[in-house]
């Protein structure tokens, strides 16, 4: 189903492809640096470098008789060779403000790759009569994924990105769909960074790759036979709106189904059961499912009920009945049957009511039971629901803070679940939990050299919000800590989409709790930690509550004395990084250092412009600067305008200039304005992933890590 995209990570997508230029290759070298930027590289004796400053241009816009003199709009220029040298050049001043700190990022990374699992395998899990599984080996950036026979046999190779991408400067696999017979392979690759996918059919038993390809695809299921695909493409906002069926065996392509509002995109999935597909088209608060059947893929697919503003709602199925999680009885989402043979919302008949305290998340259907994924006081939990008796049980969890989520269960004819968890002191794991004896089978996992969970504590907290709500907080540090407010500490966030930010185990931040540090995550409302309704008091008209339930987190670590603001640094990316510009406007006498990540900064001017990815769709989301209302709550915290002539924290922010999600022009604009305002020399560095990488960085895992110490090591030599 469609999960929803976000303009944060975690889901999204968006602009048009083209985007790789000569000249980005042009100004990468130093000559070109030289010339055409403001950065002074240092000498040798020179006691610091030179920020690098972007040339001002007027560009007044006035909006609802406000006006505002955007400066450095000329920035969104990417074509532009001196747009592209001043992004060479601040990655130049941000190289020679941290060289100082080089022997400790590679100290750190040493670190990270000793715990890195380099030679590694996932789990296999069972799909027909093969078992799919990926592996990792070391020196190798990227997974291989392979099969073998589950009777016993020779392993195959499937896909391996490490071939695929030789040469490349990015690889990411996108789809990844068998066929019913498993005699063909449907998959996607990005080979820029931009999450754009182009889709191969691959014949496993030939082991040959058919030569037509479709590019900008998103979602792809195979009909009953396997000589039928149907797959999703983007439009040039990428957003998914035309949903096509490909006969392999004329080549012959027919569009089923084009989505005309610009808010809602198309997906397409098979159930597990393997009798219908359904397309899905979604907006951020409406839905609507047809279904096709696998059987005869060229019959019309059938609408189950038409959509209707507000109405979210998501099938699965199992036997005569398909199962519909719908919003209609309140936010947090309601079970209702219905019969597959008719299956008109009249019909719908109630199987578990709407529960104020648990969001009902997802459904997962077998052929004798269901999982439901509940939230509840901010933790997932499993619902296991027996489609003959109509009794129900809760899978048991341990910990007071954790992450959990359902793993790869293709099996529809099961006793079995099969689940991830993790949480801030125990590694990624796998289990299978068996629903009659009601007992979780570990199966798997991390085993991290050194690790010992008996020396970290984790808890829950709360902290008061200017309002008097109550905001979760996960912590996590060493055993024993004096809480004196001596200690550093790092505050993560997130806040939007109703997506509940995970506290899960972080491998690269043992680092951190190693030399003291205390590691916080705050659950702030936007976010889906407590069901619906902690998303709606943070989003649109009500959006400021995440940035001062925020500031009433990090102010409640301070109280507790686990820190202090000048030990103190925050981080978020993507709408995590709206979170950290919006903050650190209002109290950057609060934090030490901040770390922003792809950062949503430019809010009004992004929002104006429907033309990119994600825009017209976010109007549910953020609001429509257009209309003045809703303009006035978005300018109240957008963190660009709201830059002034004040000190701010030490902050390190990152980007790539291939995101499809989060243009690089908004960090680029972001910091330049900031560094013409601030009044304090804290430093700001600025550093642009120019050749590959997106919205999450670099694909490689090395390469990530390489990023993750040099990170690190600002923050341990910029915090006192």
């Known amino acids: 189903m469609l999960a929803g995209r976000r303009r944060a990570g975690y889901p999204p997508m968006e602009g048009k492809g083209d985007v790789i230029s000569t000249q980005t290759r042009v100004v990468l070298g130093l000559a070109g640096i030289l010339a055409m930027s403001a950065v002074d590289l240092p000498a040798a004796d020179s006691v610091a470098p030179r920020p690098t400053s972007a040339r001002e241009v007027a560009h007044p816009r006035v909006l609802h008789g406000d006006s505002f003199d955007d400066r450095w709009f000329w920035l969104r220029e990417r074509e532009n060779p001196e747009v592209l040298a001043h992004l060479a050049a601040e990655n130049a001043y941000a190289e020679a403000m941290t060289a100082a700190s080089r022997p400790l990022a590679d100290q750190l990374y040493g670190e990270l790759v000793g715990r890195l699992i380099e030679d590694d395998e ?36 499937l896909v391996d990105l490490n071939e695929l991408g030789r040469g490349e400067k990015f690889i990411a696999l996108g789809a990844f769909e068998v066929s019913d017979d498993g005699k063909q392979l449907a998959y996607s690759l990005d080979r ?52 096509w069926r490909w006969a392999l065996d004329s080549g012959e392509r027919t569009l089923v189904h084009e989505e005309g509002d610009e808010r809602f995109g198309v997906s397409v999935e098979r159930s597990r059961s393997g009798a219908w597909i359904f397309a899905t088209s979604a907006s ?45 009885a309140g936010g947090n989402f309601a079970l209702f049957e219905t019969r597959a043979a008719d299956p008109a919302e009249t019909g719908w008949k109630v199987v578990r009511s709407h529960d104020p305290q648990a969001m009902l998340e ?18 997932m939990r499993f619902r296991v629901l027996d489609l003959a008796s109509g009794g129900d049980h809760l899978v048991t969890l341990p910990e007071v ?38 007992t979780s089978e570990l199966l798997k996992r991390d085993v991290i050299p050194g690790f010992d969970p008996a020396v970290w504590e984790l808890s829950r907290i709360e902290a008061p919000a200017k309002d008097g709500v109550r905001v979760p907080l996960t912590v996590v540090h060493r ?16 806040g939007s989409y109703g997506y509940a930010y995970p506290t899960g185990f972080d491998t690269n931040a043992v680092s951190l709790l190693e030399r003291g540090f205390v590691l916080a995550t705050a659950h702030v409302r936007g976010g889906g930690e407590l069901g619906k309704a902690w998303h709606e008091q943070g989003r649109m008209a009500a959006k400021m509550n995440t940035f001062t339930d925020f500031i009433a987190c990090a102010e409640e670590l301070v109280r507790r004395g686990y820190t202090s ?28 250092v901040v770390l922003s990540y792809v950062p949503f900064v430019d809010v009004i001017n992004t929002m104006l412009d429907t033309s990119l990815p994600l825009t017209v769709g976010e109007f549910e989301e953020w609001g429509n600067p257009a209309v003045e209302e809703q303009y006035r709550w978005m300018i109240a915290y957008s963190p660009y305008e709201n830059l002034a002539v004040k000190a701010y924290p030490a902050m390190l922010v990152r980007t790539s200039f291939h995101d499809s999600q989060v243009m690089y022009w908004e960090p680029a604009k972001y910091v330049a304005r900031l560094r013409s305002l601030k009044t304090d020399g804290n430093p700001l560095l600025f550093r642009i992933n120019l050749d590959a990488g997106g919205h999450g960085g670099f ?22």
């Open 699 to 720: 694909a490689g895992r090395y390469d990530r890590l390489r990023d993750t110490a040099a990170d690190y090591a600002f923050l341990l030599t910029t915090l006192p």
């Open 565 to 592: 603001p000048a030990r103190l640094a925050i981080t978020g990316g993507s709408a995590g990084g709206l979170l950290m510009g919006a903050v650190t406007n209002l109290r950057p006498d609060l934090f030490g």
């Open 401 to 438: 803070a954790y992450v959990a989520r359902g793993a790869e269960n293709e099996v529809f004819d099961t006793d079995r679940f099969r689940y991830h968890y993790e949480s801030p002191k125990t590694p990624a794991s796998v289990f299978d939990y068996r629903i009659a004896d009601r």
């Open 122 to 157: 996932g789990v296999p899990a069972r799909r027909g009569d093969w078992l799919y599984f990926w592996r990792l080996s070391k020196g190798l950036q990227h997974r291989v994924w392979l099969r073998r026979p589950a009777a016993g046999g020779p392993e195959q190779t």
């Open 479 to 494: 055993r024993g800590l004096v809480p004196d407010g001596t200690h550093r500490a790092l505050l993560r966030g997130y």
């Open 192 to 243: 820029v960074g931009f999450r754009q996918y182009t889709l191969y059919v691959r014949d496993l038993v030939r082991n040959v790759t058919r030569e037509e390809s479709v590019p900008e695809v998103t979602s792809v299921a195979w009909a009953a036979d396997g000589r039928s695909l149907f797959y999703v493409v983007e439009d040039d906002a990428k957003r998914p709106h035309r949903l």
């Open 362 to 379: 997802e459904v997962d259907a077998f052929a004798r039971h269901l999982v439901l994924s509940e939230r509840a006081g901010g933790l």
């Open 284 to 328: 951020h608060t409406a839905s609507e499912v047809r279904l096709i059947d696998p059987g005869a893929p060229a019959a019309t697919p059938r609408l189950v009920a038409p959509r209707r503003a507000g109405h979210e709602y998501y099938l699965e199925h199992s036997g005569e009945r398909l199962f519909v999680r719908s919003n209609r």
